[in-house]
């Protein structure tokens, strides 16, 4: 087996106002800007729009889609999430419960339960260009989910009338963002990698 023929497998934190893609047809920033000589053949893997942040997978293994979202037992993402206003109780217990949000054109989908918690800001948390001030209110929440419909965690806070101001993956079931910084790419061995994505039959 030649070095070509090894996967590789890599995490970033994917910056604001970049999208998750080397090659697009509009004027955007693209992974391929980062400081980093990705191998050929490297594609992301449950991205992330232009305006969110955070853990993004990127890898060379063409199965890594089917068997991190495609298999029997769903994985867990977490999101650090900023909001316009004081959230309540009651609405952050609506957000946990599910609410209903736009799927598709005049179809609605009600979220599945999901695991919902205010949180202070996390000391050291890397700063954010558009990011308001801190004295005027907002919420910080996690939101842990086990489902990924398009643009779920935005849309879920806009059904309960809090706006989305910033938005950040953090962690992949195991597979943490931890420290790394904006734009910074660490790549791991396959084994770790699938062992913190709790996947155990990546060799089959």
Not at 180 to 199: A, R, Y
Request: with cysteine; proline share 5%; net charge negative.
């Amino acid at each position: 087996m030649t070095k070509s023929d090894i996967n590789r497998y890599f995490i970033i934190n994917k910056p604001h106002n970049m999208v998750s893609q080397f090659i697009s047809s509009h004027e955007v920033r693209l992974l391929g800007e980062l400081a980093f000589d990705f191998p050929e053949g490297t594609h992301a893997i449950g991205r992330l729009d232009n305006h969110s942040e955070g853990l993004l997978i990127l890898t060379t293994n063409k199965k890594v889609t089917r068997l991190l979202f495609q298999g029997k037992a769903p994985h867990e993402r977490t999101y650090l999430v900023r909001v316009k206003g004081i959230m309540s109780q009651e609405t952050l217990q609506r957000l946990k419960e599910g609410v209903s949000i736009c799927v598709g054109e005049g179809q609605e989908y009600v979220t599945t339960p999901c695991n919902v918690e205010i949180v202070e800001r996390p000391p050291g948390l890397f700063d954010h260009p558009r990011e308001l001030p801190i004295n005027v209110p907002h919420t910080w929440l996690t939101i842990t989910l086990t489902e990924g419909k398009f643009h779920q965690v935005r849309k879920m806070v806009g059904a309960v009338s809090h706006r989305c101001q910033r938005l950040i993956r953090v962690s992949i079931e195991d597979l943490l963002l931890g420290d790394l910084q904006p734009g910074e790419v660490k790549e791991l061995p396959e084994e770790e990698f699938f062992s913190l994505l709790k996947i155990d039959d990546y060799k089959d």
